[in-house]
């Protein structure tokens, strides 16, 4: 499989995409300029039903993820899943991937127009075991034209599609048995966090203790200094009038 042309972490350009997959338009991304400013979150229209999280790949992260892949038993998919999980092959569309993990999973997928092509995923997808399921997106023709007709947007030039590219996206996602999740294609399988209560969304306090813990790991790992201006956050909460 060619890879992909990265995408930029802009809440327009996801949004584009997550609606030219069948999001209904009611939902978007924002930016989220900090975890802890109450005045700041509140420009977060809530319920907040998945945050994507953007930072550099270090060595130190590398580490960090494969002793701790290797330290988790065995995961094969299944339709009975909690959470939707897509193993990533297509290297630079880990943005891609966040999107989908996004909006395939918890209450963000309630605002899945019926036969889009998220529809048709979900559907497909479901009954499929992990190898099976890496097939289906690489074959995706849909998939492939939605990226690249975003691939190109964005405030910033984008990057040749061989290019080594050092970001990667995470999603952080509450599925409808209120768990949180953080889903990444490159781990060994979707990642348990915690239990929200029901009223709770990916901004509440219980969750956001995670994304800090993970925003706090990757900063002392940044390499030469650490520096959360390398990072980005979005949340997919309900579009502004």
């Not at 930029?8 to 975890?35: I, W």
């Not at 901004?203 to 201006?229: G, H, I, N, T, W």
Request: with cysteine; net charge negative; hydrophobic share 40%.
């Amino acid at each position: 499989m060619n890879p992909f042309v990265p995408i930029e972490s802009n809440p327009d350009v996801l949004t584009r995409l997550a609606v030219s997959l069948g999001l209904s338009d009611n939902l978007s991304f924002h930016d989220v300029y900090s975890l802890d400013d109450p005045d700041l979150l509140s420009f977060i229209p809530r319920p907040a039903l998945a945050l994507m999280f953007v930072f550099p790949v270090s060595d130190a992260y590398e580490k960090y993820r494969r002793e701790q892949d290797n330290d988790q038993p065995s995961y094969e998919t299944s339709a009975e899943d909690d959470v939707m999980w897509l193993k990533q092959t297509i290297r630079n569309a880990c943005g891609t991937y966040a999107v989908l993990h996004s909006t395939l999973n918890g209450p963000a997928y309630d605002y899945v127009q019926s036969h889009s092509i998220l529809a048709q995923f979900k559907a497909d997808l479901a009954p499929l075991t992990t190898k099976e399921r890496v097939n289906y997106i690489e074959n995706s023709k849909a998939l492939e034209v939605a990226h690249a007709a975003v691939a190109s947007d964005g405030d910033t030039a984008a990057p040749d599609a061989n290019e080594e590219v050092n970001l990667h996206f995470v999603s952080f996602v509450k599925s409808k048995s209120n768990v949180l999740y953080e889903l990444d294609g490159r781990r060994a399988g979707p990642i348990e966090l915690t239990k929200l209560a029901p009223e709770d969304d990916v901004l509440s306090p219980a969750a956001v203790l995670f994304v800090k813990r993970f925003m706090d790991r990757e900063a002392q790992a940044a390499s030469p200094s650490p520096s959360y201006l390398s990072f980005s956050l979005v949340a997919l909460a309900p579009a502004i009038d």
